[in-house]
């Protein structure tokens, strides 16, 4: 005979005879080692699903339960899931049910989704808990989700995205330059150009990105201008400092002390094409004694030709372009804008050294469009007095004729004026005045 317990076994044969008392302690020592063991400690492990210990909390013991739940698209077995504490081998351990087949997966299934413009899928699984993802084609922004999912329920969430076309706003015009190309799609490039005269400082080239913006920033059209030639020894600049050089412009530089002069212009780099002459001082002049001036010619003083035109001036609200001062070089005038010139606009450096116009021309605001309706209607006006006048005059006149043919009646003979006083026989005469 056999009797284990954990720990220790004994072992007796069949003639041998147990005693009373080493048979109650064997007894004893097994059931409290089954009291002891017969718990299930540690929680279980639920696969696709949790427990609902419901303020439980190991040990627990041999037919203790727990509820348990299945996740979403998992569903249990039995109609009131549970999993028990059991000692079924009748070991001194005790163990919890099978937990890994308790929560089977569900088949839950979405309609296709379909496609969107402008975009390629990405997915063809559509059940739960599986996904899809739209991506644009190039050219194209996602606006919305890109990715959807297929619901427990068996719909797709979120709603589709829409792909829309990358266009990047409008660029406007830039002061004294103009912009270049009107495209506005993804990865179109415009260009800027400035006015003859002036220089582009930024960039010359903007493309549309991605997230529909222009790269770089607005470029600026800055005026070309040559600097100042300041103040020159015994040279006059024309027109007289300090102005604006702008490119294009031409100025003069003319000796005071002699006939020389150079015109310079502005040039597109900024810099002036010619430099100032050197011109010389004043002359010195210097006595000369008697016995040189008898040998003199007596005739009359020479008459040196003069080889150029003074500065004719400036005009108000105008500017001045010089060809030069020589003979035969002209000078233009113009206007600001908003005035007109009345006048001669080109003038010619004679051979006498004078220009062909004595008077210089001016600028004048033209008439507007309230001044003309104002001087047509003062002519108007004028017109209907004049013309109300001659018709009183005439009433006048013919008002006055009027009177004198009665009072050529009144100075007729006795008979007509007896006839007309309307004298009859045995009646008073009326007394009738006569002039």
């Not at 002069?261 to 040039?267: A, E, G, H, P, Y």
């Not at 001082?281 to 016995?291: E, F, L, M, R």
């Not at 040189?292 to 005739?299: D, G």
């Not at 006048?389 to 009646?409: D, Q, S, T, V």
Request: charged content about 20%; overall charge neutral.
């Amino acid at each position: 005979m056999r009797f284990s317990f954990p720990g220790a076994s004994l072992i007796m044969t069949p003639h041998e005879k147990v005693p009373g008392f080493l048979c109650l302690i064997i007894l004893l020592v097994k059931c409290s080692c089954l009291l002891a063991d017969s718990v299930c400690d540690d929680l279980p492990v639920l696969n696709n699903g949790r427990l609902i210990l419901d303020g439980k909390s190991p040990p627990f013991m041999v037919g203790d339960s727990i509820k348990y739940a299945c996740n979403v698209g998992y569903m249990a077995d039995l109609t009131n899931p549970r999993i028990f504490c059991t000692n079924e081998t009748e070991s001194v351990v005790a163990n919890w049910t099978r937990t890994d087949k308790l929560c089977k997966k569900q088949l839950i299934s979405c309609n296709d989704p379909g496609d969107i413009e402008n975009a390629v899928r990405k997915g063809n699984v559509f059940t739960f808990p599986n996904n899809i993802t739209y991506v644009c084609n190039e050219g194209f922004k996602i606006v919305g989700t890109p990715t959807r999912y297929c619901s427990p329920k068996g719909h797709w969430l979120p709603k589709a995205p829409v792909c829309e076309a990358i266009i990047c706003p409008f660029l406007s015009e830039i002061q004294n330059g103009k912009v270049i190309s009107s495209e506005r799609h993804l990865h179109a490039v415009v260009r800027y150009e400035c006015e003859k005269y002036f220089n582009l400082s930024g960039n010359a080239e903007r493309t549309c990105q991605e997230d529909g913006t222009w790269t770089g920033d607005v470029p600026v059209c800055k005026e070309i201008t040559c600097p100042d030639p300041g103040v020159i020894e015994h040279v006059r600049v024309i027109p007289p400092q300090p102005q604006r050089h702008k490119a294009g412009d031409l100025v003069i530089f003319k000796c005071k002390y002699g006939p020389h002069q150079i015109s310079s212009k502005c040039l597109e780099s900024g810099e002036w094409n010619k430099r100032p002459p050197i011109c010389p001082g004043p002359a010195v002049t210097k006595s000369v004694p008697d016995s040189t001036m008898s040998t003199l010619s007596t005739e009359g003083p020479e008459i040196i030709s003069k080889l150029s035109c003074d500065d004719p001036g400036t005009i108000k609200n105008g500017a001045t372009v010089f060809t030069g001062l020589s003979i035969n070089s002209t000078v233009t005038y113009t206007c600001e804008e908003g005035y007109e010139l009345r006048g001669k606009g080109t003038l010619l450096c004679m051979a006498n050294g004078k220009w062909d116009l004595e008077k210089l021309p001016i600028c004048v605001k033209p008439l507007s469009i309230p001044s003309i309706i104002g001087i047509v209607f003062g002519v108007l006006t004028l017109v209907a007095c004049g013309i109300g006048a001659y018709f009183l005059y005439r009433w006048r006149e013919n008002k006055i004729r009027g009177y004198g043919a009665k009072c050529k009646a009144l100075t007729a003979d006795a008979a007509d004026v007896e006839e007309i006083t309307g004298l009859e026989k045995k009646k008073k005469p009326i007394p009738v005045t006569v002039l």
